[in-house]
């Protein structure tokens, strides 16, 4: 093998190895810091990270990769940490001597050890996702430092410039240090209403992915695979491993194991029935049962059980009136506990199938959606049988209100087959 | 938007259901609540069962159940959220209860805290 030869593939594995190691122990490395030295110094925090990436690619690149590359990574993050806070301290000294009340940060060892990690990344979910900041900063935030996503991804995900994603993430941080956000769980009193506000974030960086409109299926699965392991880890602690949480977990899996089936080669989005059920994943959906069971204990129902109970009869793929009668029900109880749109046209979609095409039309016309080109492709669908200049007016209605190119192709699929 | 109680007014809650009929009805309600909730007209509710039921009189007198001296019963409620009372009585003619003859659902406006009902 020439050398030549052997740097090319060095540098190959490492084009993979660095952003997977970035992805991955960036994060641990600002939450370890951030419990250490607290939420003013988050900015420090990432810096350092970044800087001990810096010093990886060019270190790495013409003395090869270490035995170790996570070891390694640590070992310089510690000492650019300690040298960062140590200088730091030096500094507050001196200051100290004028403003005798600040308090002092003695610079200890930098725990980047397994427990430690896992405690520090908890304890920032808490901090990131705390009400004081928007849930759409939140889902940011939590992709920057939890997930360590670069910043072109994020504005990616969320189909916008990367100038306004990092305006977003410094208001966050700013607003997080004034309030002087604490990196720790909650009280047990009210770990409870603050786990809320962390699921809903979870949920929706797990439906950011699941929905998007963005046409990257990695990125799309990378985020739902994060808002995955952050849930695993709140069911991992006995202090978050609540029921709903629980179901909250289950529900992911449910959905998640449709992934492969969900998209063809070209990136379009096929309909659950025409769906190639080998292609479920199983396993997923064990484990989605696994937690389902885990969260039918204690007495309270959350929109996450009704919303899972809704996925589990989805991973049957055969129709039964059983199936869909559950469904309906469960969607009744859903827009009682919930209302959102969504959750509307499904509900009357599950009725059709139960009690008729006609009651559904009727329900249809009741729930007001006239702005939502869903509404009107779910009357379309809803007629097609009976009246297609009816179902071909609806399809046109909803073309006219489609925003995506995804939607539009999918309503175009509808009309063909008139 | 106003608040609107519907109150389900029973003929004569003695009568026993078969379990078959009784799971028809509370379909039926499931699905007539189901529809209120799609529309987000949908503010809370319940069933009342009639076991346990008692009646406090006047000087602490306490007797069981509404039935007796009552012959009308209150099954449940539900309130809604509605612009106008016709349209709150629209949702309570689609209530399964009026399947029962003589049975009846009363329609009353909740009262806001704003001095000025």
Redesign the interface.
């Known amino acids: 093998m020439s050398p030549l030869f052997l740097v090319a593939t060095l540098f190959m594995e490492q084009n993979e190895l660095i952003p997977h190691l970035f992805r991955t122990e960036y994060s641990k490395i600002i939450a370890v810091l951030c419990k250490q030295f607290g939420i003013h110094h988050i900015e420090i925090a990432e810096d350092i990270a970044a800087d001990t990436f810096l010093s990886a690619v060019e270190n790495w690149s013409y003395k090869g990769l270490p035995a170790n590359p996570t070891a390694w990574l640590y070992t310089v993050a510690k000492n650019k940490a300690k040298n960062y806070f140590a200088h730091f301290s030096v500094l507050n000294d001196k200051i100290k001597k004028e403003i005798s009340h600040t308090a002092e940060q003695p610079v200890t060892e930098i725990d980047l050890s397994n427990i430690n990690i896992t405690d520090s990344q908890l304890r920032m979910l808490f901090a990131v996702c705390h009400p004081c900041i928007s849930g759409e900063s939140q889902v940011c935030l939590a992709l920057r430092v939890l997930c360590g996503f670069g910043i072109d991804e994020i504005a990616n995900a969320f189909l916008t410039s990367s100038e306004t994603i990092n305006k977003r993430l410094s208001r966050a941080k700013e607003k997080l240090r004034n309030e002087n956000i604490p990196i720790e769980l909650p009280s047990a009193n009210e770990i409870n209403d603050r786990l809320e506000s962390v699921t809903t974030t979870l949920y929706l960086l797990f439906s950011e992915g699941y929905y998007s409109e963005n046409n990257n299926a990695v990125l799309r699965k990378d985020l739902c695979l994060e808002a995955m392991r952050l849930t695993y880890m709140l069911v991992e602690n006995p202090q978050t491993n609540q029921p709903f949480v629980n179901a909250l977990l289950s529900l992911m899996c449910f959905h998640a194991s449709r992934f492969e089936a969900r998209v063809n080669e070209n990136n379009e989005l096929i309909f659950y029935q025409d769906q190639d059920e080998t292609l479920w994943n199983r396993d997923l959906i064990s484990k989605g049962v696994y937690f389902f069971k885990q969260s039918s204990q204690g007495n309270s129902l959350s929109r996450f059980h009704l919303e899972a109970g809704i996925a589990f009869w989805h991973t049957i793929k055969t129709d039964s009136k059983e199936k869909w009668?559950n469904i309906?029900?469960l969607?009744?109880?859903l827009?009682?506990l919930k209302?959102s749109p969504v959750?509307?046209l499904n509900?009357?979609y599950a009725?059709s199938k139960v009690?008729g095409k006609d009651a559904a039309i009727a329900?249809a016309e009741?729930?007001?959606l006239a702005s939502s080109p869903y509404y009107y492709t779910l009357l379309g669908e809803l007629y097609k049988e009976s009246d297609s200049v009816k179902a071909k007016l609806n399809f046109l209605k909803a073309m006219a209100l489609a925003k995506t190119a995804a939607d539009l192709q999918i309503i175009q699929r509808q009309l063909d087959t008139l | 938007m106003d608040e609107f109680i519907l109150i389900f007014r029973h003929q004569d809650g003695t009568k026993i259901a078969s379990p078959e009929q009784m799971q028809i009805w509370m379909?039926q309600t499931?699905?007539w609540?189901?529809?209120i909730?799609?529309?987000?007209k949908?503010s809370s509710g319940t069933g009342l069962p009639f076991a346990d039921a008692k009646v406090v009189w006047h000087n602490s007198v306490v007797t069981n159940g509404p039935f007796g001296d009552i012959k009308e019963t209150i099954g449940g409620f539900v309130i809604v959220k509605a612009s106008s009372v016709d349209e709150a009585v629209e949702f309570a003619k689609g209530c399964p209860v009026l399947q029962g003859d003589g049975n009846s659902v009363e329609v009353r406006k909740i009262a806001k805290n704003d001095a000025v009902h």
């Open positions: 009668e309906l029900q969607y009744n109880k827009l009682q209302y959750a509307a509900r009357t009725l009690n329900e009741k729930i007001n | 379909k499931m699905d609540i189901g529809s909730a799609a529309q987000n949908f």
